[in-house]
């Protein structure tokens, strides 16, 4: 098994809104935000955040078996489908 050392505050400040400081949120959080603002009635922002929901997961659906990460893609693979799921909803809406 291969072991790999992360920089200190990796998981927690890259992607974390405010995880140790002054950091961006990650793109996850404000996709997920423009699905909120899509069904509070945005439906352009919706369309689009489903879209880049949808690539963003769909490379996390490709990550896993180039990294040999089999065990949890069911997550990601579920994220995807309910990304794909909201952008047919908001582009059938309009």
Do not use: E, K
């Amino acid at each position: 098994m291969t072991v790999v050392n992360y920089p200190a505050g990796f998981a927690t400040g890259s992607l974390a809104c405010g995880g140790g400081g002054a950091q961006p949120c990650g793109p996850d959080r404000v996709l997920a935000a423009g699905l909120l603002a899509g069904f509070a009635g945005v439906l352009w922002l919706g369309f689009a955040a489903g879209v880049g929901l949808s690539l963003f997961s769909a490379g996390a659906v490709t990550a896993h078996p180039r990294a040999h990460v089999l065990y949890d893609i069911a997550f990601p693979g579920l994220y995807l489908l309910l990304a794909v799921a909201a952008t047919a909803y908001f582009a059938g809406r309009t």
